[in-house]
């Protein structure tokens, strides 16, 4: 019993020093937002340890809306946003006087698949794919053959990421025209394996979700070209870099708080960030900006470094 | 005798139903646990225990989700035993039985039954945002202590109850009082009954993910926490990630983690089926 009363006033005692805050905030960087964004961090922080094995940086996976606000709030660092930042999120950190910059850190690609049974589907246009996805689709477009008449006269079945993931934003802003608007009669996960699986296991599927799933399963599943108007391209880290596949090919994010510039680390890990990306890239599946776009977003790091501590970024 | 025999036989094949539906879960379970154990096992060394996370699935490692789930657990036991406990005794022995104690009792059923998600958004609001504790150790470990309160209320009132009366009355009939009665024979006859229950409770604690993603636990965090007002990640989030990375590697990975989340469950039920029997025999 007395163990009881011991453990009562142990748990009361911490309670009552709940409301410290982290003393030492220079030798951490807290980072949260996009779980598409976040194994680039997490391959950045990792490396990054092996220069300053003393910096602690934390990331969390919020998405890319719960990232900005907490960004928004001062909480964190930095955000991993998988779309820039919207004119809601943006009154919000004006709210709270937060300055920030925006960076973009590397290239995703969105690729369209089937399964490679299909024999009939090689490139697809913007506006097919449009008439197959937009909310008006729901109930009226369910055969192939409606699609493209010599396609087959067989059910089409749809598979995509859940509407809460920035993927999802973005292809149907790109596709239908306007983000978040988009048929509900499909198969949705926020995990993009059991999307892979969907369209693998069923020969009149067709699904659209992140170019790394393809990469890791080519074996399973067939690319589709897009034809945004300029002929079919299909996604490559090739065709993604350059642009010339549109219009499913999106900049990926970061965020920072300019106030978090007072700590000396933020400036060095922001500047490891954009000279390391190239390379670390290709082992997490995305698709690095030209060289010369890493230059430019450097430099505009270092303007906004500038302005914010009056005193160059030390290197 | 027509009539007999198809009696029999119905008998009959309502006993192979029954074994049937008895054997189907067991063996869903035992394809489950073997297909994981295949994928997962030789993937478990020192180096996956003590490693770090990384973007290379070889490199990756459990360490500080493992040490954060632990640090989780403990601190839930802290504070979720003394307040269930007291409050499953106040229950029990002192309410009386009016309206009011009927009220609670049903509104302590009907927690039981509220998805964790919704703890934790109230754990976000109330410990991390208005009492400060931000996405620490300690915020996630209220978070679990409030989900798994009512499991343990029930079933420590269970185990008190299951105290013979003969026990009560004696103490009372020597004059003891209320509190010494409840603290020197009940508790004591009970203990092993109220651990029991709470050890199931946390071992729903140990899985849960969605309650501390939403108070914000971390998923990339290279130490592990030194004190409760540390960041923290724990063993489902590190999963739940793995699962969704596009690289096989990773797969693998979430296997052999899931191996060893399952190994800690199977040690807590084994701990209170240790209990169970050591007070029943102590019972008699």
Same mark, same amino acid.
């Given at each position: 019993m007395k163990k009881i009363l011991m453990i009562t006033a142990l748990g009361t005692l911490m309670l009552s020093c709940g409301n410290n805050k982290k003393e030492d905030t220079n030798n951490s960087i807290a980072i949260d937002g996009s779980s598409t964004v976040? *194994?680039?961090?997490?391959?950045?922080?990792?490396?990054?340890?092996?220069?300053? *094995?003393?910096?602690?940086?934390?990331?969390?996976? &919020?998405?890319?809306?719960?990232?900005?606000?907490?960004?928004?709030?001062?909480?964190?660092?930095?955000?991993? %946003?998988?779309?820039?930042?919207?004119?809601?999120?943006?009154?919000?950190?004006?709210?709270?006087?937060?300055?920030?910059?925006?960076?973009?850190? %590397?290239?995703?690609?969105? +690729?369209?698949?089937?399964?490679?049974?299909?024999?009939?589907?090689?490139?697809?246009?913007?506006?097919?794919?449009?008439?197959?996805?937009?909310?008006?689709?729901?109930?009226?477009?369910?055969?192939?053959?409606?699609?493209?008449?010599?396609?087959?006269?067989?059910?089409?079945?749809?598979?995509?990421?859940?509407?809460?993931?920035?993927?999802?934003?973005?292809?149907?802003?790109?596709?239908?025209?306007?983000?978040?608007?988009?048929?509900?009669?499909?198969?949705? &996960?926020?995990?993009?394996?059991?999307?892979?699986?969907?369209? +693998?296991?069923?020969?009149?599927?067709?699904?659209?979700?992140?170019? +790394?799933?393809?990469?890791?399963?080519?074996?399973?599943?067939?690319?589709? +070209?897009?034809?945004?108007?300029?002929?079919?391209?299909?996604?490559?880290?090739?065709?993604?870099?350059?642009?010339?596949?549109?219009?499913?090919?999106?900049?990926?994010?970061?965020?920072?708080?300019?106030? &978090?510039?007072?700590?000396?680390?933020?400036?060095?890990?922001?500047?490891?960030?954009?000279?390391?990306?190239?390379?670390?890239?290709?082992?997490?599946?995305?698709? *690095?900006?030209?060289?010369?776009?890493?230059?430019?977003?450097?430099?505009?790091?270092?303007?906004?470094v500038e302005r914010n501590q009056g005193e160059p970024a030390g290197e | 005798?027509?009539?007999?025999?198809?009696?029999?036989?119905?008998?009959? %094949?309502?006993?192979?139903?029954?074994i049937f539906c008895t054997l189907l879960g067991l063996v869903l379970l035992a394809i489950f646990i073997g297909s994981i154990i295949v994928d997962g096992v030789q993937r478990i060394d020192w180096d996956f225990l003590t490693s770090l996370p990384s973007r290379k699935a070889d490199r990756a490692g459990i360490y500080t989700a493992l040490m954060g789930s632990v640090w989780v657990l403990v601190l839930t036991t802290i504070i979720a035993l003394p307040v269930g406990i007291a409050a499953a005794i106040y229950l029990e022995e002192y309410a009386k039985k009016n309206r009011l104690s009927s009220l609670l009792e049903v509104n302590i059923s009907n927690l039981a039954g509220v998805p964790s998600i919704i703890y934790g958004l109230l754990g976000l609001e109330i410990f991390v945002r208005i009492m400060q504790m931000g996405a620490s150790v300690l915020a996630g470990s209220f978070t679990l202590a409030l989900l798994i309160l009512p499991i343990v209320i029930v079933s420590t009132r269970e185990a008190i109850k299951a105290v013979p009366k003969s026990i009560r009355d004696a103490s009372f009939a020597l004059g003891a009082s209320k509190w010494q009665t409840v603290s020197r024979q009940l508790l004591p006859a009970s203990f092993g009954g109220i651990l029991t229950g709470v050890i199931l409770a946390l071992s729903r604690a140990v899985g849960e993910t969605a309650p501390l993603i939403v108070i914000g636990a971390l998923t990339y965090v290279p130490f592990a926490p030194k004190s409760p007002m540390d960041e923290f990640s724990v063993l489902p989030i590190q999963i739940f990630n793995w699962i969704s990375r596009p690289q096989h590697g990773f797969e693998v990975n979430a296997a052999a983690a899931i191996i060893i989340l399952l190994l800690i469950t199977f040690m807590m039920n084994g701990i209170a089926v240790y209990f169970r029997n050591k007070w029943q025999r102590k019972l008699k």
């Open positions: 976040y *194994p680039i961090t997490e391959a950045m922080a990792e490396e990054y340890r092996t220069e300053q *094995p003393d910096v602690n940086i934390t990331i969390g996976v &919020s998405g890319t809306g719960g990232g900005f606000q907490k960004f928004g709030r001062g909480e964190v660092d930095i955000t991993n %946003a998988s779309r820039p930042i919207t004119e809601e999120e943006k009154a919000i950190a004006a709210e709270n006087n937060i300055d920030y910059l925006e960076l973009e850190v %590397a290239y995703d690609g969105l +690729a369209v698949l089937v399964n490679p049974e299909n024999d009939w589907v090689n490139c697809i246009t913007v506006e097919e794919l449009k008439m197959i996805w937009e909310p008006e689709a729901q109930g009226n477009i369910t055969r192939w053959n409606q699609i493209r008449p010599e396609w087959p006269d067989e059910e089409i079945h749809l598979f995509g990421p859940g509407v809460a993931s920035g993927t999802f934003d973005y292809f149907t802003e790109a596709i239908v025209g306007e983000s978040g608007s988009s048929r509900g009669d499909f198969t949705a &996960s926020e995990d993009d394996n059991i999307l892979v699986q969907g369209v +693998a296991g069923d020969k009149y599927g067709l699904g659209f979700f992140g170019l +790394a799933y393809f990469e890791e399963n080519k074996d399973k599943l067939k690319m589709v +070209a897009v034809d945004g108007g300029n002929g079919c391209v299909k996604p490559s880290v090739e065709t993604v870099s350059n642009g010339t596949y549109t219009p499913l090919s999106r900049p990926l994010f970061i965020y920072v708080n300019s106030s &978090s510039l007072q700590n000396p680390m933020v400036v060095d890990f922001i500047n490891f960030y954009l000279d390391e990306a190239s390379d670390l890239l290709d082992d997490v599946g995305y698709v *690095p900006l030209p060289e010369a776009e890493y230059k430019k977003q450097k430099q505009n790091f270092n303007e906004f | 005798m027509n009539n007999i025999k198809k009696n029999r036989w119905k008998d009959q %094949a309502f006993k192979f139903w029954g």
